[in-house]
């Protein structure tokens, strides 16, 4: 595909759906002694994410595993859709679309691993990043530069930022 391909896909974008495990964090499991499960995530992408809710276009994650770290998170981000516990992304994915009223084409996802596949390729604009799972990256339209966790939802956001024509506004911001 070519980037001109991939640039049109991202243009039609009104919803990122980001993975979590793989994605916004390096796929590490931590576990206290208590069990309490930890998580860390990038604050770039933090940032990136911030901007692309800015810009207009919409976040929302879905993921297999159920944490609270994502909770605490995602508040912390103002991302209203998030999905834990989904098994079969399918289900989070179709009923996002019927709740915002978006076709696939108009949706993006990014993912990492095999669990992602039913969902990216149903979508718009498929991202891989950098490490992912060599199946996911023969399925998606792009593939980040970064891995997860370090900077790959950054990359994922100014890309369809630039792609819409919005980034250099938004930077005009901090330019300021």
Request: with cysteine; aromatic share 6%; net charge negative.
């Amino acid at each position: 595909m070519t980037d001109d391909d991939v640039y049109a896909r991202a243009l039609k974008i009104k919803l990122v759906i980001f993975d979590v495990d793989g994605v916004l964090t390096n796929g590490s499991l931590h576990y206290g002694h208590d069990g309490q499960e930890s998580k860390v995530f990038h604050s770039r992408d933090g940032q990136g994410m911030k901007m692309l809710q800015q810009s207009g276009v919409m976040i929302a994650i879905i993921t297999a595993r159920c944490s609270q770290a994502v909770t605490h998170r995602m508040a912390n981000l103002g991302i209203d859709y998030v999905y834990q516990g989904q098994t079969d992304k399918r289900v989070a994915f179709e009923s996002l679309c019927q709740e915002l009223v978006l076709c696939a084409d108009q949706v993006a996802y990014v993912g990492d691993d095999l669990i992602d596949l039913p969902v990216m390729t149903r979508v718009g604009l498929a991202v891989a990043t950098a490490d992912a799972h060599d199946i996911v990256v023969e399925k998606a339209h792009w593939q980040t530069s970064a891995v997860g966790g370090a900077g790959a939802a950054r990359e994922v956001c100014e890309f369809i930022m630039k792609a819409q024509g919005t980034f250099a506004a938004l930077l005009a911001d901090y330019l300021t």
